[in-house]
């Protein structure tokens, strides 16, 4: 039986600052990117971002579809470089990818032919490691309760447990900075908020630095530190939200419908120079 029920996000609380120590701080300095087509013309997806995510915070970027978040998160896992500006992982520039930066897609791309414990553990033969860490596959499979699945192939899971061993495969790396691009945006709704849990809990777990690109508001508020409203086309940071509402959250209560309607008018209001006011505006 899938243990997808058995999640509790604060069953590791206060895990996370322990090892937090192993997270690493993240800094985007005036990025821009520019992306050439095939007639020569220019399109500017990202315009002068400038973020700083601290060691083991938890961020969401929020903002319409075309807006350059996925392409921010492509930057900083170094699969591509920027037109202009820096991108620097724990004070080190990001010049192309590395283990301490994974990267977790919508699609759970898991290797079709291969288990689900030989999936988490491609990672580590990929780096020549799999000797020296076989030994945390298991405690990997039981982190995000697949044990009784290892030796499934994808094709036999559900969407919520091909992405728990998606997770678990780019965990086991140990990564400093874990990318998460709308990782449960394929899951129905019940599955997803399971898997949000399933998520902070595996952040306290680890005390990995996350970066999360959402179109869900309720799912930002949920699960992050902070949330970045991100501007139509070209993408720039527009404002900053601190999220202050005490953990686990309750999605109903006042406070978080109240932050809710607020950061559907400021999206409303994205790039222009209307709104409330509230959060930290920081674009340009």
């Not at 091909?162 to 998460?180: C, D, E, F, G, S």
């Amino acid at each position: 039986m899938d243990k997808l029920s058995d999640f509790d996000p604060r069953d590791s609380e206060g895990s996370g600052a322990a090892a937090a120590a192993e997270a690493s701080s993240l800094s985007i300095i005036g990025v821009c990117k520019t992306y050439r087509g095939f007639d020569g013309a220019e399109t500017l997806a990202l315009d002068n971002v400038s973020l700083t995510v601290a060691p083991g915070e938890l961020v969401s970027l929020i903002g319409p579809s075309g807006c350059g978040k996925s392409t921010l998160l492509r930057l900083i896992a170094g699969l591509e470089r920027p037109t202009g500006g820096e991108l620097r992982a724990g004070g080190e520039p990001i010049n192309g990818p590395s283990a301490e930066r994974g990267l977790v897609f919508q699609d759970p791309n898991l290797f079709p032919w291969l288990s689900v414990r030989r999936n988490i553990e491609s990672g580590l033969v990929a780096r020549g490691t799999l000797r020296r860490q076989r030994g945390e596959v298991a405690e990997f499979l039981k982190l995000v309760g697949l044990e009784a699945f290892a030796d499934r192939h994808p094709h036999q899971l559900s969407g919520g447990m091909a992405q728990r061993a998606a997770l678990a495969r780019a965990l086991i790396n140990h990564p400093k900075i874990l990318l998460l691009d709308e990782p449960l945006g394929a899951l129905d709704q019940f599955t997803r908020m399971k898997m949000q849990d399933v998520v902070l809990r595996l952040w306290r777990a680890r005390g990995a630095t996350m970066v999360l690109v959402t179109h869900d508001i309720d799912e930002a508020i949920y699960m992050s530190d902070r949330i970045i409203l991100i501007t139509p086309h070209p993408g720039r940071v527009d404002r900053e939200i601190t999220v202050v509402l005490e953990r686990p959250r309750v999605r109903n209560s006042p406070q978080f419908l109240a932050l809710r309607a607020q950061i559907l008018e400021l999206l409303h209001f994205a790039g222009g120079e209307d709104g409330d006011g509230a959060g930290r505006r920081t674009g340009r």
